[in-house]
């Protein structure tokens, strides 16, 4: 994997498995875009920008409830990338109003 993608490039990684997580009324009302890690006004990145290492996030709002992941770390690999913001998106949809207590099992890739 890269050590430097575009914001586009990472939301093409994880979009797919985002939605996988949510059932179809969810998946619908998703919002789902990159901030700079820190950035407290949750401005979001534009798709050209460059994302190299912890210097991302991902945010999110579903049926209204925003929640995001911990800094993205690129370098690791699709697979790793992927499977930290699903871990971090099973802990919003369990904590959520939406599906309080429930826990989503992760797609498999």
Known sequence: MPEIMEVRDVLA???PAVLAM??????????LFLIATGDTDLTPLQDDDVVIENSAMARWEILGEDGGSS????EDGYDRL???????LQDFIAESSFAW???????HR
């Not at 949510?22 to 919002?31: C, K, N, P, Q, V």
């Not at 800094?71 to 690129?74: A, F």
């Not at 992927?82 to 971090?88: E, F, N």
């Open 71 to 74: 800094s993205l770390w690129i």
């Open 13 to 15: 990684v994880i979009r």
């Open 82 to 88: 992927v499977a930290d913001v699903q871990s971090d």
């Open 22 to 31: 949510l059932h179809g009324h969810e998946a619908a009302t998703l919002r």
């Open 101 to 107: 207590g429930e826990l989503r099992p992760l797609p």
